[in-house]
């Protein structure tokens, strides 16, 4: 049994990352954290940095949640990666952070979090970041 959060190094996906080790350490279960680029890593603010790694690391060394992290950089959508994982570990819970988005923003970029939201084959945990960051 196994949760999967999908991570970017943002308020949103630090509190996502929150209520995963949360969820995890409820469910006495081990933590996968999803981190992907589409192959800008470098120009991705989504995509963590080594510093970044390094604060997941401590956090959840600090909270004693098992975790392992997977971060991929293969031309694909965040949604297709984590959902790749969720299939994988079977996971049982998957937690990602949502943000409020304009209706031109959701049709022009899409929404990872809507497609995860509607085709993950477990529950699915939404976590907005906290008013002040």
Do not use: Y
Not at 9 to 16: F, L
């Amino acid at each position: 049994m196994t949760v999967v959060v999908g991570f970017t190094p943002t308020p949103t996906g630090k509190a996502a990352l929150a209520a995963a080790a949360e969820e995890a350490e409820h469910r006495q279960v081990d933590l996968v954290v999803v981190n992907s680029s589409r192959g800008d890593a470098l120009n991705d603010p989504g995509f963590a940095q080594p510093d970044d790694l390094e604060w997941v690391r401590s956090t959840l060394q600090a909270a004693g949640v098992p975790f392992s992290i997977r971060q991929e950089m293969r031309g694909r959508e965040a949604s297709d990666e984590v959902l790749d994982v969720v299939a994988e570990v079977e996971a049982t819970l998957c937690v990602i952070g949502i943000r409020r988005r304009s209706a031109v923003g959701k049709m022009l970029l899409g929404s990872n979090a809507f497609r995860i939201l509607m085709h993950a084959p477990c529950p699915v945990l939404a976590i907005k970041a906290h008013p002040d960051g």
